[in-house]
């Protein structure tokens, strides 16, 4: 049998024990995390409470990461009805409802990625009054950092700061779907038009003519002239930074499910073809793409659960034949992933995904779990077993 006909095999028995085993990881963090948000990355395999940072104490509602707990809840309650969950999610709504209120560490484009999934998520399920308000405030925070006439939305700090000024990251695809809901639910199309061309600013400079991506970019704010690709995170500018490709991949997708633009879709395989091309064995990612088997180098589980996601969202807006290759593939990296980097044996870490890396030049979060893996390995698992999901973004 071809590795193609091998992965062509949904592996639904393994993927269902394996949905069941993190949502009990889920629910057996309720406690601790009801009372404290954890780091962005496990530390030797288990989450501690958020280190302290911008004036907020330990265990605070501060950083780019924390709505991905209050993610977590959501599919966990979406899939199961249980009750004791669905308590635990709702809290979240009124600790980012304050955060949002009060200002507390808003000069980020991750705005979409905490308030989709804790604001959006319950408004969407429940109809919950202050979750959407929130989540309308938050998109009025992420409109304030789109840049004319450079058409992007500023990916990092004060609008001032002359070293972030101008710059993005692939990333910011992910941010663009509270853009999108805001144009949904309140009827202004300012919303849309600014995700929109931020999309199509990306498509056109951050990805590369051999379908691999930069990790930011910079333009100038005055003229909107573009400037140059670099990394943050990435091994060097040239490089590919797998996560980022990843982030593509699904990003770019997801524009093309809410702007219906062609060249989101191409943009969105060109990434997801790429990706594909360079993984191991095992299907699962280096952390940056130029590596690959007996390179000595880490895995990012994470990188391979947001590529996961991104292959079966394309597989919903390419034709049957195309759609049956990227599911198939999505179940192989899925399937890696359930069974040889998974907690799912393992009682001694609370994370759900091993073998993450968070930023390995700065050396932080190397062979860990984190917050974003957990995440979007929980809702890939979703995805698989509830073919059709809609899903929050």
């Known amino acids: 049998m071809s590795a193609e006909a ?27 995390f009801g009372r404290w948000y954890p780091d962005d990355t496990t530390t030797g395999g288990v989450y501690r409470p958020r280190t302290p940072r911008g004036g907020r104490p330990e265990g605070a509602n501060a950083g780019w ?3 991905f707990w209050p993610g977590m809840l959501w599919l966990v309650w979406e899939r199961t009805g249980d009750e004791a969950v669905l308590l635990a999610a709702r809290t979240q709504v009124d ?10 560490d808003l000069d980020t484009h991750d705005l979409g990625f905490l308030y989709t999934l804790s604001c959006v998520a319950p408004w969407r399920l429940l109809g919950h009054p202050r979750a959407r308000d929130a989540a309308l405030r938050a998109a009025d925070h992420l409109m304030d950092r789109f840049l004319e006439p450079a058409g992007i939305v500023q990916a990092w700090g004060d609008l001032g700061d002359p070293l972030q000024r101008g710059r993005t990251i692939i990333d910011s695809l992910m941010n663009l779907p509270l853009l999108y809901w805001a144009a949904e639910t309140t009827g202004s199309r300012s919303f849309a038009r600014a995700a929109v ?35 943050e995170q ?64 880490e895995r990012d589980s994470s990188a391979a659960a947001i590529a996961v996601c ?29 069974t040889s980097y998974s907690t799912a044996h393992d009682g001694t870490s609370n994370a759900l995904l091993r073998h993450g890396v968070y930023d390995k030049p700065k050396l932080v979060g190397v062979d860990e779990g984190n917050l974003w893996g957990d995440y979007f390995y929980l809702e890939a698992l979703f995805r698989h077993l509830e073919p059709g999901w809609r899903g929050y973004w």
Do not use: K, M
């Open 310 to 338: 991104g292959l079966y969202e394309l597989a919903d807006h390419v034709d049957e034949r195309a759609a049956a290759r990227y599911r198939a593939e999505g179940d192989a990296i899925l399937t890696s992933l359930a």
């Open 95 to 104: 600790s980012f409802a304050e955060r949002v209120e009060r200002g507390i």
């Open 65 to 67: 990461t924390t709505g």
């Open 197 to 231: 061309r931020h999309t199509e600013q990306l498509e056109r400079h951050v990805i590369r003519p051999d379908g691999t991506t930069f990790h930011t970019y910079y333009w100038d704010p005055d003229t909107g002239e573009p400037l140059r690709g670099a990394t």
């Open 6 to 32: 091998d992965r062509a095999a949904p592996p639904t028995d393994v993927l269902a024990a394996a949905w069941d085993a993190a949502a009990a990881t889920v629910r057996g963090n309720i406690p601790d």
């Open 234 to 297: 990435g091994h060097r500018d040239g490089s590919c930074w797998a996560r980022g490709q990843a982030w593509g991949a699904y990003g770019f997708a997801l524009g093309y499910r809410h702007a219906r633009q062609e060249a989101f879709l191409d943009a969105a395989r060109r990434c997801a073809d790429h990706f594909l091309t360079r993984l191991p064995e095992d299907r699962v990612a280096y952390w940056d793409l130029v590596f690959t088997d007996g390179s000595g180098q």
